[in-house]
């Protein structure tokens, strides 16, 4: 599976954006895929993973109510709305799937650490200024 991210851009604070997700395939074996993000100096964490059987959503408590995950059968694309940036949304947001069952999206409980991910997009950069 290749997946490649797109969309980010700079928005001011208050903005929205919505990044894409496009995978070369959506197969049986990919039960999620996931959104990262990595700012600088910092750890990459999970934003929000959507499961491919029953649109399950999981969201992080800093993005809960201001981001929408949402996917697309028919373009083989997840997406990502993004609303109400703040300056602490300025990340690289990657997307990632799981095709082995790890990630545990389907809980709503959590997305499961980057190592339950084994496909990765190269990131796209997300910019919200003050």
């Known amino acids: 599976v290749q997946l490649q991210a797109s969309g980010g851009g700079l928005v001011p604070s208050g903005g929205s954006l919505r990044l894409s997700c496009a995978a070369s395939r959506f197969t049986p074996d990919i039960y999620a895929i996931g959104w990262f993000r990595q700012a600088p100096g910092k750890e990459r964490e999970g934003v929000s993973c959507?499961?491919?059987?029953?649109?399950?959503?999981y969201y992080a408590d800093s993005v809960k109510g201001r981001f929408t995950v949402s996917r697309d059968i028919a373009k083989n694309t997840v997406y990502l709305q993004m609303n109400s940036l703040k300056p602490e949304d300025t990340a690289v947001y990657y997307c990632?799937?799981?095709?082995?069952?790890?990630?545990?999206?389907?809980?709503?409980?959590?997305?499961?650490?980057?190592?339950?991910?084994?496909?990765w997009g190269q990131g796209t950069q997300v910019t919200v200024s003050s």
């Open positions: 959507i499961t491919s059987n029953d649109d399950t959503t």
């Open positions: 990632a799937s799981d095709s082995r069952g790890l990630s545990r999206c389907f809980t709503k409980k959590g997305m499961g650490p980057r190592g339950d991910y084994d496909y």
